[in-house]
């Protein structure tokens, strides 16, 4: 999946689960500036971040990547 498209989803469903970068970040245990690189497209997602990402965000690998299955 392109970047920048991977990049607009998990912002997409940081907001529609109503939470800000801050509180996503600290969930994640990662820094404000690392998640805010994530949601620009300007940071490469590796597995550990994704996986982390979907844990936190109560959705699917597949679901945030928008593949079916």
């Known amino acids: 999946m392109e ?3 991977l990049a607009a989803r998990i912002r997409a469903f940081r907001k ?6 801050q509180q ?4 994640m245990g990662i820094s404000l500036a690392i998640l805010g690189e994530i ?4 940071r490469y997602v590796d597995d550990q971040i994704l996986n982390k990402i979907s844990e ?3 959705i699917s690998i597949h679901e945030l990547m928008n593949i079916s299955s």
């Open 24 to 27: 996503l970040a600290s969930k």
């Open 56 to 58: 936190v965000l109560d």
């Open 16 to 21: 529609l689960k109503g939470y800000t970068q």
């Open 3 to 5: 970047n920048l498209q």
């Open 39 to 42: 949601e620009r497209g300007n």
